[in-house]
């Protein structure tokens, strides 16, 4: 009989949403604050935005060939890196607007 638990022996689920809770909050909350700042700053922190949504994106996927190479879920980190490299792509065209001003 096998165990419900995934092979790894973790629990995959509150991982992903942790790291895509953390990725989140860390690019919208640059965005918010460049909207807050002075112009040079601001420039900054738009295109820092989408960059740390980017850097989270590819250690979700380093993360999915990890836990591949463990025989573990993989599907489950690599659905989560899929939402946020869309995630990236809504914050790079949300962020277009203000650098090409």
Do not use: C
Request: hydrophobic residues 55%; glycine residues 6%.
């Amino acid at each position: 009989m096998t165990s419900p638990l995934p092979q790894n022996g973790t629990n995959d689920f509150r991982a992903i949403m942790i790291h895509i809770g953390i990725t989140v909050t860390l690019g919208l909350g640059l965005l918010f604050f460049a909207h807050a700042s002075s112009d040079p700053l601001q420039t900054v922190l738009v295109v820092a935005s989408p960059v740390v949504v980017l850097l989270g994106a590819s250690a979700m996927l380093y993360r999915t060939y990890r836990v591949w190479k463990r025989n573990g879920r993989w599907q489950v980190w690599q659905g989560a890196a899929w939402f946020l490299l869309f995630f990236f792509i809504v914050m790079l065209f949300n962020s277009a607007p203000v650098l090409f001003e």
